[in-house]
């Protein structure tokens, strides 16, 4: 009479090793780019406040050239908090303003910027905002 097999054979666990293996060095490189798209949203939800005081700025005005920061609504540039390094308004003509975000180089993030070009086509039209900067290149934005 033959004995029952009990347990696993040597073998088998190295295979069940090697695809646990396999596995985890996919997944981790994909964890870590989900987690700092995550931090990367704290940089381009900053830039919220800038673009409403400009959009204000410049229905009330006719113009983007006195929408600067501090001045006429929009609110001061930001200053380093979280993963924010800075955010500033400049480039301003009649209509056209730029939003520069930049994140700060801590945590997975290397200092990437997040540019807003906000454009209209005259007064009183809306602006309209493109993406720009050096988190696309980085895909974090």
């Known amino acids: 009479m033959q004995q029952a ?9 190295m295979i069940v090793v090697a695809i646990i293996g396999i596995l985890a060095a996919i997944a981790v490189p994909a964890y870590q780019t989900y987690a700092n798209k995550a931090k990367f ?3 381009v939800s900053a830039a919220a ?3 409403l005081g400009l959009e204000v700025c410049f229905m009330e005005q ?6 600067t920061n501090g001045t006429n609504g929009v609110p001061p540039a930001i200053g380093a908090t979280g993963y924010v390094l800075s955010g500033t308004v400049g480039g301003n003509g009649a209509l056209t303003a730029a939003i520069t ?4 180089s801590t945590g997975g993030l290397a200092g990437q910027t997040y ?3 906000g454009t209209s086509a005259a ?3 809306p602006i309209q905002w493109a993406k720009g900067g050096t988190c696309a290149a980085a895909g974090l934005c």
Do not use: R, W, Y
């Open 5 to 13: 097999q009990k347990g696993f054979t040597l073998i088998e666990l």
């Open 49 to 51: 406040p800038l673009k």
């Open 62 to 67: 006719g113009s983007l050239t006195n929408c």
């Open 123 to 125: 007064a009183g039209s």
């Open 41 to 43: 949203t704290e940089v």
């Open 115 to 117: 540019i807003l070009t």
């Open 101 to 104: 975000m930049t994140a700060s």
